[in-house]
């Protein structure tokens, strides 16, 4: 089992930045792919980002150009940074994992969660 904490949520202003962490835990060794997905108010759960355990990154066309995912494999930590957030980044956003290693889009591909951190932009 699997156990992954997010962190790094909170208020932003348009063109503001926030890093997110998500902290893993517990069966780390069946660890591949990391994701990013967030869910925004009355819309279904997104792929953000995800990275693989050989560090290939995938982003969504949204968040091109502004966001990076990086993970720390020594500290079990994936991140995501956000730059240049507008006010449609605002979400939920949740960290997810799963052992097995490539690039996936629907949430069912994953078989780990956070619990999630809220991202609010809005001046």
């Known amino acids: 089992q699997v156990q992954l904490v997010e962190s790094g949520g909170g208020l932003v202003q348009p063109g503001g930045s926030l890093r997110l962490s998500c902290a893993a835990s517990?069966?780390?060794?069946?660890?591949?792919?990391m994701g990013w997905y967030r869910q925004a108010p009355g819309k279904q759960r997104e792929l953000v980002a995800s990275?693989?355990?050989?560090?290939?990154?995938y982003y969504a066309d949204s968040v091109k150009g502004r966001f990076t995912i990086s993970r720390d494999n020594a500290k079990n930590t994936v991140y995501l940074q956000m730059n240049s957030l507008k006010p449609e980044d605002t979400a939920v956003y949740y960290c997810?994992?799963?052992?097995?290693?490539?690039?996936?889009?629907?949430?069912?591909?994953?078989?780990?969660w956070g619990q999630g951190t809220q991202v609010t932009v809005s001046s």
């Open positions: 517990g069966s780390i060794f069946s660890i591949n792919v």
């Open positions: 990275i693989t355990s050989g560090g290939s990154t």
């Open positions: 997810a994992a799963d052992d097995r290693d490539g690039f996936y889009s629907r949430p069912s591909s994953y078989g780990n």
